[in-house]
């Protein structure tokens, strides 16, 4: 189980009007508010959280260790890796597609997919030319180093290539996880709304880039890219805001330019 997240690892498959029960409150408590019983429930509870607090750090130590391998590894190739992230349906998977079909960066890319269940975005890729590798997390909400390290065994990517890491779609708990990658970016599209980085603080608190997706639908919803650039930046004064749209191409060259740098 992922202390962090309370979501289980299960089965990780690397492809080859309203009424409240009110507790009841003494009109005139006394100067000691719980009985024996409440007294060794709050310890237990004490000791619980610290117990889970303990394990978290573990598991987020361990993961360190394996992502800090990957990135050893990756350099050593003079591979370059981006975790991609955001809430399904921001437009991950269009904009790597949109990528490698212009086939403007000069190298290589492959992507490891991550994705609960299905194949559906490596396949996607696949077919926009560039190889791919499909996790399924079952009820796990992110990937993790060890999954990454199996699928770039699986991928084998070329020396000086890019690999592109597409996580579980969740503004939360990838945020958490290094995966070795040299760069994290995040995805945010017009139709979420504009309070995203004021609602999931750590994610835009770890981003090296912000791409907000969909601009072409900016006259119809109710959207202030320079309200979200403002809130991103107290988080993370360094991060670059990138405006883009997958639909009608509009800046994409920015985005290859950037994935150039790395």
């Given amino acids: 189980m992922c202390t962090s997240c309370g979501c289980a690892t299960g089965e990780i498959r690397v492809e080859n009007d309203h009424k409240h029960d009110h507790a009841h409150v003494d009109p005139q408590p006394g100067p000691h508010l719980l009985d024996r019983h409440d007294a060794h429930q709050v310890d237990a509870d004490r000791q619980l959280r610290t117990h889970t607090l303990d394990l978290e750090e573990r598991i987020l130590a361990k993961n360190d260790l394996l992502a800090q391998r990957n990135r050893l590894t990756l350099a050593e190739r003079g591979i370059a890796a981006v975790n991609l992230m955001s809430s399904p349906g921001a437009g991950k998977t269009s904009l790597l597609e949109r990528t490698l079909r212009d086939d403007r960066i000069g190298r290589p890319i492959s992507v490891i997919e991550g994705d609960q269940e299905t194949a559906y975005d490596a396949e996607r890729i696949r077919a926009a030319g560039a190889r791919a590798v499909q996790i399924n997390t079952g009820s796990g909400c992110h990937l993790d180093a060890t999954m990454v390290a199996h699928g770039l065994n699986v991928l084998a990517p070329d020396p000086g290539s890019l690999v592109v890491l597409e996580n579980v779609g969740n503004l939360v708990c990838p945020a958490l996880f290094d995966l070795g990658e040299q ?27 912000v791409v907000v997706n969909k601009t072409d639908l900016l006259p119809y919803v109710d959207f202030d890219v320079d309200r979200l650039t403002a809130d991103a930046r107290r988080l993370n004064p360094g991060v670059t805001v990138l405006p883009l749209s997958v639909r009608d191409g509009s800046r994409l060259q920015t985005w290859y330019d950037w994935l150039k740098t790395l």
């Fill in 183 to 209: 760069a994290k970016v995040v995805i945010i599209s017009v139709t979420e709304g504009d309070d995203k980085p004021l609602k999931y603080p750590h994610m835009f608190a770890a981003a090296d880039l």
